[in-house]
């Protein structure tokens, strides 16, 4: 059974919706002030609230802003119920974190569809998704209540071929990119015009968010390192995405999390790492980019110049450092083609 905590200042009404909910088989905490309000909430943790707007004690804005500041309450689903119906009201509380506004007086299955659409929302949210085309898709449609849909998108999932360049250094962005099929590489060049890869993504991965969230122009160039598909959302959906609910930016920054921290890794490896780490850690990562299952072991088409700036050394380094891998029985090399012998082995050269 799910709880419900109302926070009402009028008796009569308090009582009224108590009992609808009650009705709809929810169990409900009521509370006749903000400060109250605030007290239950922390206490009893409820599935959702519902909070009147002017209250005494603290108004209802006062008892949003603080249980959106306290990490144990920031996630509950958060519903304004009031007679104001001023434009400005409803925007600003919105604009503060609110998933709904209903307006008083109101119909009883008005204020029941609500509180389900904000709980089914809300549980969607909490699955672990998978990072896949699949699992993102799910994320997407949940959160934006079906507006995207990855597997069945009404945006043009659009082939790219091998070398084709996605976005360029110093541009302005205008889209955020989504890697259906293939992989994608991102490189600076520094003032000597030598390429310095920053990132790999494969499919599953979102890129180009960065500067979509800070609103800078890209601080990297992105391009296609084997044939592959892309979707490319606009920047003014993406924007709405997040911006239109708290919950939903976090989970949506969760997901874009380990492409962060993959980042200040391969910068904290180029920094302090040998040469044979930095090349083990650079053939590990491509790997893991590559591979598709752990039973997989793909053989790595990769050019000795990108694997170069991967790991942030000179193509010749490189090679001689392969060729010492090679002989020790660690990786084998084929027409080019990488394929890595002892995972584990390679792996403890890292520590």
């Not at 001023?86 to 007086?105: F, H």
């Not at 003032?191 to 800070?214: C, S, V």
């Amino acid at each position: 059974m799910k709880t419900i905590l109302l926070i009402e200042d009028n008796l009569e009404v308090r009582e009224n919706t108590a009992e609808i909910l009650e009705l709809a088989n929810y169990k409900v905490v009521t509370a006749e002030n903000g400060k109250e309000g605030v007290e239950k909430a922390v206490n009893t943790l409820p599935d959702l609230i519902i909070c009147d707007i002017m209250m005494p004690e603290m108004d209802g804005y006062g008892v949003l802003h603080i249980l959106s500041k306290n990490d144990k309450t920031n996630h509950i689903p958060f519903i304004f119920l009031s007679a104001k119906a001023n434009r400005g009201d409803v925007r600003k509380g919105m604009e503060m974190g609110a998933d709904d506004y209903l307006t008083k007086p109101f119909e009883d299955i008005e204020l029941l569809n609500a509180i389900e659409s904000r709980l089914k929302r809300n549980e969607l949210l909490k699955v672990d998704y998978e990072r896949n085309t699949e699992g993102v898709s799910h994320f997407l449609k949940a959160a934006s209540q079906g507006r995207f849909n990855i597997a069945e998108s009404t945006y043009d999932i659009q082939p790219f071929k091998k070398k084709q360049a996605i976005y360029s250094q110093g541009r302005r962005p205008s889209h955020l990119y989504f890697i259906a099929k293939g992989k994608v590489k991102t490189f600076k060049m520094n003032n000597d015009a030598k390429e310095l890869i920053t990132a790999i993504y494969k499919e599953g991965d979102f890129m180009g968010y960065t500067a979509l969230l800070e609103d800078v122009s890209y601080q990297d160039s992105a391009e296609v390192l084997e044939d592959g598909e892309i979707m490319m959302i606009p920047k003014s959906e993406f924007l709405a995405l997040v911006g239109s609910d708290t919950a939903v930016a976090k989970k949506f920054i969760s997901i874009l999390t380990r492409n962060l921290v993959e980042k200040e890794e391969q910068l904290l490896n180029l920094a302090y790492n040998s040469l044979r780490k930095r090349v083990a850690d650079g053939l590990l990562h491509v790997y893991s980019k590559f591979k598709s299952s752990e039973a997989d072991k793909p053989k790595l088409a990769v050019s000795r110049e990108d694997l170069a700036q991967v790991v942030g050394t000179a193509k010749e380094s490189l090679i001689r450092t392969l060729s010492d891998f090679k002989s020790e029985q660690l990786i084998d090399i084929t027409e080019g083609k990488i394929t890595i012998l002892n995972e584990d082995k390679l792996r403890n050269l890292l520590y």
